[in-house]
């Protein structure tokens, strides 16, 4: 045959040219200002990764944002985080709004800064001087002081950590105590002299426990307790005390501090687990029962690791149907070995890129039983999945391939190859596509996607970056392709959305959040 790129039709000619160059310095499509900030807002962990630094992707995310309007700023940063759950990019967007839009900066504040552990985020963010300041100023310091005249104490005790401490904040902006109980409290937390008598009860009650071990552990955030030795049978107590979300988080600290060794625990914690009224209250979504899994160590019984494993497959009632013919493509290319949140010291996670494109096509198959799956890397790999069993299993045979290089257009030559009927294709990629590199015009991907379109002119085709540097293999701002960054559990919901016409693509998905 003829060589494709020389004689192309005219109509795969018509076709947008790639205009920038990936990590791997492969053609590829560069996203505009909006899509890149939404995309770096709502999935970016400010960590390094595969292809590039923490700093790296805090520059391009201020960069991002001077090229918006504050109003999509502040937009993103409220989107990133009541939908992405996102800690450090909605802080990062908030400090950055105090220098470029203020009013703005106090319409958000609220709705992005709702806990402790947010607030000392913004504040460290403020004080590193990389939003243009160095310290908070006067608006911004009177959006701290409101946070906490506003909390609670429960809110307050909870805004546990260091470098700042909450001790820190209060002594920056110097609170108003609204009461004696909240000056008490102050005074308590800085050092300061304070009425005893003023003191909250678990304040008083942690006090007492300090002077005497033999007392009951007091209610107090379960950070404070773990300050000092704690016996297996202290461990066994909060075991049963601690939220369920804090209870995922910190099996192989009670593993590790003898825990389970206390009879009945095991069974208790494994109950708490996987108790379905627990769950659908907490709502836990799939990827952040994968990463409890692929985090349990060896300590953590089976026991639990199974009520675990139960949690994940109720978690999966809520990753929505699509209808029609469904092909979802994860790459398990060499790269796909990477951590998901990127390398981070004392953050580093055990569940990898390859682990989260197995999660959302076994998520998918679960409740798309007619769904395939073609992973790939220089090219398709054969694998079949049994979309009857358990997620965990699925997903780990196909992280078990991993290897070779990044060919996002392979799954899409494949189809064409025997000419496929398909309405909806999912690649789960980290888009350094640079096997199938062209010389000119546009992306193979491109090339490959435009063949499949002919013969299914309503397919739709949607590219999930898991670890977003701002460029895709398909371009933005067509109604039939949607580039979306990272890998939260707001992605199925985003893609249903998607397939059913509500949302057109990443950016009008956060123009639609209200500031």
């Not at 590039?52 to 309007?69: H, I, M, P, S, Y």
């Not at 700042?164 to 105590?177: E, F």
């Given at each position: 045959m003829a060589n494709k790129g020389l004689f192309a039709s005219a109509?795969?000619?018509?076709?947008?040219?790639?205009?920038?160059?990936?990590?791997?310095?492969?053609?590829?499509?560069?996203?505009?200002?909006?899509?890149?900030?939404?995309?770096?807002?709502?999935?970016?962990?400010?960590?390094?990764?595969?292809?590039?630094?923490?700093?790296?992707?805090?520059?391009?995310?201020?960069?991002?944002?001077?090229?918006?309007?504050?109003?999509?700023?502040?937009?993103?940063?409220?989107?990133?985080?009541?939908?992405?759950?996102?800690?450090?990019?909605?802080?990062?967007?908030?400090?950055?709004?105090?220098?470029?839009?203020?009013?703005?900066?106090?319409?958000?504040?609220?709705?992005?800064?709702?806990?402790?552990?947010?607030?000392?985020?913004?504040?460290?963010?403020?004080?590193?001087?990389?939003?243009?300041?160095?310290?908070?100023?006067?608006?911004?310091?009177?959006?701290?002081?409101?946070?906490?005249?506003?909390?609670?104490?429960?809110?307050?005790?909870?805004?546990?950590?260091?470098?700042?401490?909450?001790?820190?904040?209060?002594?920056?902006?110097?609170?108003?105590?609204?009461?004696?109980?909240?000056?008490?409290?102050?005074?308590?937390?800085?050092?300061?002299?304070?009425?005893?008598?003023a003191l909250p009860a678990e304040i008083v009650a942690f006090e007492a426990w300090k002077a005497d071990r033999s007392l009951p552990l007091p209610a107090v955030p379960f950070e404070w307790l773990t300050a000092f030795p704690l016996t297996a049978e202290d461990w066994a107590v909060l075991a049963t005390r601690i939220g369920w979300q804090a209870l995922r988080m910190n099996l192989n600290t009670l593993a590790r501090n003898g825990a389970f060794d206390v009879k009945g625990v095991t069974e208790a914690v494994a109950g708490r687990l996987a108790d379905a009224d627990a769950i659908a209250k907490v709502r836990p979504m799939p990827y952040q029962l994968m990463v409890a899994l692929g985090q349990a160590r060896e300590g953590v019984p089976c026991k639990v690791r199974a009520a675990l494993e139960e949690a994940l497959e109720q978690s999966l009632a809520r990753v929505p149907k699509v209808p029609g013919n469904v092909v979802v493509c994860p790459d398990v290319s060499g790269s796909m070995s990477s951590p998901a949140t990127g390398y981070r010291k004392g953050a580093l996670s055990t569940v990898r890129c390859i682990d989260v494109a197995a999660l959302v096509a076994a998520a998918m198959l679960r409740t798309n039983r007619d769904t395939r799956v073609i992973p790939f890397e220089q090219g398709v790999v054969k694998l079949k999945l049994d979309p009857r069993a358990r997620v965990a299993v699925n997903a780990a045979k196909l992280a078990a391939i991993g290897g070779g290089g990044t060919n996002v257009s392979a799954p899409l030559a494949a189809l064409n190859l025997l000419r496929e009927r398909v309405d909806l294709v999912v690649i789960v990629s980290d888009n350094e596509s640079w096997v199938d590199a062209t010389r000119r015009g546009a992306t193979a991907t491109m090339r490959e996607w435009d063949e499949l379109k002919r013969r299914n002119p309503a397919a739709r085709l949607v590219c999930i970056d898991i670890q977003p540097h701002g460029t895709s293999q398909a371009p933005q701002g067509r109604a039939d392709i949607l580039n979306v960054g990272g890998f939260s559990d707001a992605v199925f919901d985003t893609i249903a959305r998607f397939v059913s016409g509500e949302a057109r693509d990443w950016v009008s998905i956060v123009k639609q959040t209200e500031v």
């Open positions: 109509i795969a000619k018509l076709m947008p040219a790639a205009d920038t160059r990936n990590r791997e310095g492969a053609p590829a499509y560069a996203y505009g200002p909006e899509h890149k900030l939404a995309q770096l807002a709502a999935t970016g962990t400010l960590a390094d990764n595969f292809y590039g630094a923490g700093e790296t992707q805090l520059a391009d995310v201020l960069e991002a944002a001077r090229a918006c309007d504050p109003y999509f700023v502040a937009q993103a940063a409220v989107y990133a985080r009541r939908s992405g759950a996102m800690k450090d990019m909605p802080a990062l967007l908030a400090a950055w709004l105090t220098v470029a839009d203020p009013d703005l900066a106090v319409a958000v504040f609220d709705r992005v800064i709702d806990n402790g552990r947010m607030l000392r985020n913004f504040v460290q963010i403020m004080r590193s001087g990389q939003v243009g300041r160095s310290s908070l100023g006067s608006r911004p310091k009177r959006l701290v002081q409101g946070w906490l005249e506003q909390a609670s104490m429960p809110q307050l005790m909870a805004a546990t950590g260091k470098d700042p401490s909450l001790a820190d904040i209060v002594r920056m902006v110097h609170p108003k105590p609204a009461d004696a109980a909240r000056r008490a409290f102050y005074g308590w937390l800085i050092g300061r002299p304070y009425d005893v008598a």
